[in-house]
């Protein structure tokens, strides 16, 4: 069953940790079985600040406000299992709940 974008829960920001970004929700199958997933984009502090090295993905996933990355997500068969760390803190992380 494919998973899709229920919508966009709202920024998130953690005062103890260098970044912030948006939390989302994506859901599959029909009532009443319908499986919610939520989902953490974020992005570093260092990637908002300068434009220039950041990764494309990086700078996608700040123009939508992470659905660029919600979108590449969903085509996975299990968002649960996954963590993707930033490489060299220039990408999006992902967190998974």
């Known amino acids: 069953m494919l998973w ?3 919508g966009q829960i709202g920024p998130e920001a953690d005062p103890d940790k260098d970044g912030s970004g948006w939390l989302w929700e994506i859901e599959r199958g029909e009532q009443p079985n319908v499986e919610v997933r939520r989902i953490l984009v974020t992005v570093t502090g260092q990637a908002f600040d300068f434009e220039s090295g950041r990764a494309d993905d ?3 996933a700040i123009r939508t406000e992470g659905r660029s990355e919600i979108e590449r997500v969903i085509q996975w068969g299990n968002p649960r299992d996954f963590a993707r760390n930033s490489r060299a803190n220039r990408e ?4 998974g709940f």
């Open 4 to 6: 899709s974008i229920r």
């Open 58 to 60: 990086t700078s996608e």
């Open 92 to 95: 999006p992380h992902l967190q």
